[in-house]
């Protein structure tokens, strides 16, 4: 079953505007993984944290997570239009070997 | 793209007939996975591998079957295909059980069923 489910579906933003996508889990993580998908390509990982982690920076994105919501976001500062894509988050399940992914928030940036 | 590659990369096949995706990697890890990609539904796992000759369902793992007779090669097989298995299939895999080890994905597998 789904673990990591994203909000909004798809976001629609003007290039230089911060994004925001939100994921909401079920169970309890030791970690949340965010991906990247272009289209007719396979996901890049973009980010991890941990569960006793609440913010971690990488270039423009800032993921936050807060266990006591079960939620996680993705903010990307400054979007571009090369930022259009899909984003996934994901949460292992069971044992640390199977992660398993939301629906995605399909993101585009208009230039 | 982390030395995987996935082969056909587009494939139409009749319903009932068997279809093999192949998925080689040359990084030498020890997990491999199988996810399908719908709209609507994001990715599911369908099976996955932790070594060789080792192998374990995933959440949407009926009407496939999977091997692995070396760490390099992880096969997906669908022995009667159906048109529910129309979808974009893609392989990944994990160097390291740690759970900070990400997933490399393959550039993905088009197959349509007809």
């Known amino acids: 079953s789904q673990q990591g489910e994203e909000d909004p579906q798809a976001l629609s933003i003007q290039e230089g505007e911060n994004a925001t996508m939100n994921c909401s889990y079920k169970t309890s993580i030791n970690n949340l993984q965010w991906y990247r998908q272009n289209s007719g390509r396979g996901l890049v990982h973009l980010i991890l944290i941990r569960s006793n982690e609440r913010e971690k920076h990488s270039g423009r994105l800032r993921v936050t997570l807060d266990t006591s919501k079960k939620s996680s976001s993705l903010l990307i500062t400054a979007s571009r239009a090369a930022d259009t894509a899909s984003y996934f988050c994901a949460t292992p399940q069971g044992g640390s070997e199977k992660l398993v992914f939301g629906k995605g928030t399909k993101l585009t940036v208009n230039p | 793209d982390a030395g995987i590659t996935q082969s056909p990369r587009h494939k139409v096949t009749e319903t009932g007939t068997p279809v093999t995706l192949r998925c080689h990697q040359t990084e030498n890890h020890r997990y491999m996975y199988w996810y399908r990609q719908d709209p609507g539904h994001g990715l599911r796992l369908i099976h996955y591998?932790?070594?060789?000759?080792?192998?374990d369902k995933g959440e949407v793992s009926d009407g496939y079957s999977v091997s692995r007779s070396k760490t390099e090669d992880f096969l997906l097989t669908l022995e009667s295909a159906t048109s529910s298995q129309t979808s974009v299939y893609f392989c990944a895999i994990k160097g390291s059980v740690l759970d900070n080890s990400p997933l490399h994905f393959g550039n993905g597998t088009r197959l349509t069923v007809t």
């Open positions: 591998s932790y070594g060789v000759k080792d192998t």
